[in-house]
């Protein structure tokens, strides 16, 4: 097997460095000293590299060497194994601009815990709730930071990198969109519960796949995106099966008129009733 090589292309810091390998591809280099006095043109001993990192976009890489420029690279050591876990746990690839989100935002934290300023997670709850897998990523990502920096982030934070996992998860190009959505899922369980007066058992499947559904309709809700199909017959046959649970659905869809202006078309509903029609009667039900 031949030797890999690499030739740099420029130094990004004292351990961190740009440059391209035997097939000319661009990689981010990392290894003690490997920036120091670097300069163009220059061949890397291969023995010298610790850890090698490739993004897709040029627009994401150009953002990581700026962030990398400011930031320890052993944050981009901790956010890449999140990722890589988070994919592996969610079973699917996750936009790789969480990589900047997570370097800029778990330095930071480390930052603030050292000043002793404190960070209140009010969405808490509803992310250990709503996203299971993704907090349990994050509560597992707060042990790689103490192992790595040792410090200990407190519970808030986990829920903060969870949303961070969402956000690229969902694609949505900044975390209001995750917000916003995690809020609404929020309000539409609370608007069930209130119709029903019962609570849910948060650990059913009937509940998972309630709230799995919410998260794809806010998706759809917030990015322009839903469902306005035409079967007449079939969302008739729904309005009158499940009058109570479409009567709820109604009351959901003036909610969200009300706080995002945006109107629920007819199938939305249908399914809405439907997904409400299945978690109630498994609680209890009409």
Same mark, same amino acid.
């Given at each position: 097997?031949?030797?890999?090589?690499?030739?740099?292309?420029?130094?990004?810091?004292?351990?961190?460095?740009?440059?391209?390998?035997?097939?000319?591809?661009?990689?981010?280099?990392?290894?003690?000293?490997?920036?120091?006095?670097?300069?163009? $043109?220059?061949?890397?001993?291969?023995?010298?590299?610790?850890?090698?990192?490739?993004l897709? =976009?040029?627009n994401?890489? +150009?953002?990581?060497? @700026?962030?990398?420029?400011?930031?320890?690279?052993?944050?981009?050591?901790?956010?890449?194994?999140?990722?890589?876990?988070?994919?592996?746990?969610?079973?699917r690839?996750?936009?790789?601009?969480?990589? &900047?989100?997570?370097?800029?935002?778990?330095?930071?934290?480390?930052?603030?815990?050292?000043e $002793?300023?404190? *960070?209140?997670?009010? &969405?808490?709850w509803?992310?250990?709730?709503?996203?299971?897998r993704?907090y349990?990523?994050?509560?597992?990502?707060?042990?790689?930071?103490?192992?790595?920096? $040792?410090?200990?982030?407190?519970?808030?934070?986990?829920? =903060?990198?969870?949303?961070?996992?969402?956000?690229?998860?969902?694609?949505?190009?900044?975390?209001?969109?995750?917000?916003?959505?995690?809020?609404?899922?929020?309000?539409?369980?609370?608007?069930?519960? #209130?119709? #029903?007066?019962?609570?849910?058992?948060?650990? =059913?499947?009937?509940?998972?796949?309630?709230?799995?559904?919410?998260? *794809?309709? @806010?998706?759809?809700? *917030?990015?322009?995106?839903?469902?306005? $199909?035409e079967?007449?017959e079939?969302?008739?046959?729904?309005?009158?099966? #499940? @009058?109570?649970?479409? +009567?709820?659905?109604?009351?959901?869809?003036k &909610?969200?008129?009300n706080? #995002?202006?945006?109107?629920?078309?007819?199938?939305? &509903?249908?399914y809405?009733?439907?997904?409400?029609?299945?978690?109630?009667? @498994?609680?209890?039900?009409?």
């Open positions: 097997m031949s030797q890999r090589r690499w030739i740099i292309k420029n130094a990004i810091s004292n351990n961190v460095v740009c440059a391209r390998n035997e097939r000319n591809q661009e990689r981010i280099l990392v290894g003690k000293g490997l920036g120091f006095k670097a300069k163009p $043109g220059d061949e890397i001993d291969a023995s010298r590299v610790e850890k090698e990192f490739f897709k =976009s040029k994401i890489t +150009g953002k990581l060497y @700026a962030l990398l420029a400011k930031t320890p690279e052993v944050y981009m050591e901790i956010a890449d194994q999140i990722v890589r876990e988070a994919e592996e746990a969610l079973g690839d996750l936009d790789e601009a969480v990589l &900047l989100h997570l370097i800029d935002h778990i330095s930071f934290a480390v930052t603030r815990l050292s $002793g300023l404190e *960070f209140k997670n009010v &969405l808490l509803e992310i250990r709730s709503f996203y299971p993704e349990e990523v994050a509560a597992r990502a707060l042990d790689l930071i103490e192992e790595k920096t $040792g410090a200990r982030l407190p519970e808030d934070e986990a829920g =903060s990198i969870a949303m961070h996992l969402v956000n690229a998860e969902f694609d949505y190009q900044d975390l209001n969109g995750s917000v916003r959505m995690t809020e609404l899922i929020h309000k539409v369980i609370s608007v069930v519960r #209130y119709q #029903y007066h019962m609570n849910f058992d948060e650990d =059913s499947i009937h509940f998972v796949r309630f709230v799995t559904h919410l998260k *794809f309709f @806010a998706q759809r809700l *917030f990015q322009d995106k839903m469902l306005d $199909g079967d007449a079939f969302q008739g046959m729904i309005r009158r099966q #499940y @009058a109570e649970s479409y +009567g709820c659905a109604e009351k959901i869809a &909610l969200i008129w706080d #995002y202006q945006i109107a629920v078309p007819e199938e939305e &509903l249908v809405l009733t439907v997904y409400i029609r299945r978690i109630t009667s @498994a609680g209890g039900g009409e």
